[in-house]
Nanobody, 114 residues
Framework: QVQLVESGGGLVQAGGSLRLSCAASGSIFSLNNMGWYRQAPGKQRELVASITSGGRTNYADSVKGRFTISRDGAKTTVYLQMNSLKPEDTAVYYC????????WGQGTQVTVSS
């Protein structure tokens, strides 16, 4: 069974940067059509960045120009480079396919202090 494992979160000051990673364990399936999602306390989980199997990327307006999603050549790891972080970016970040095909992982906490 595929398990998604997110890592790279932490505590950072506003304006700082973090790089999140998402890897799949338990399978050799490629991570196609992937998305990074986030859930802030009291809010619904939202899609913030996506990358298709062909490499096309898309971003939520709230992160456009600050976040960059990418994937390694083997398509086994997906990254989210987050720059110019804001306190409103504080959330637990998750990865999954765009169809939410796999069980959610534990996520990685990102906390941005003002």
């Amino acid at each position: 069974q595929v398990q998604l494992v997110e890592s790279g979160g932490g505590l950072v000051q506003a304006g700082g940067s973090l790089r999140l990673s998402c890897a799949a364990s338990g399978s050799i399936f490629s991570l196609n059509n992937m998305g990074w999602y986030r859930q802030a306390p009291g809010k619904q989980r939202e899609l913030v960045a996506s990358i298709t199997s062909g490499g096309r990327t898309n971003y939520a307006d709230s992160v456009k120009g600050r976040f960059t999603i990418s994937r390694d050549g083997a398509k086994t790891t997906v990254y989210l480079q987050m720059n110019s972080l804001k306190p409103e970016d504080t959330a637990v970040y998750y990865c999954n396919t765009l169809s939410v095909f796999y069980p959610w992982g534990q996520g990685t906490q990102v906390t941005v202090s003002s």
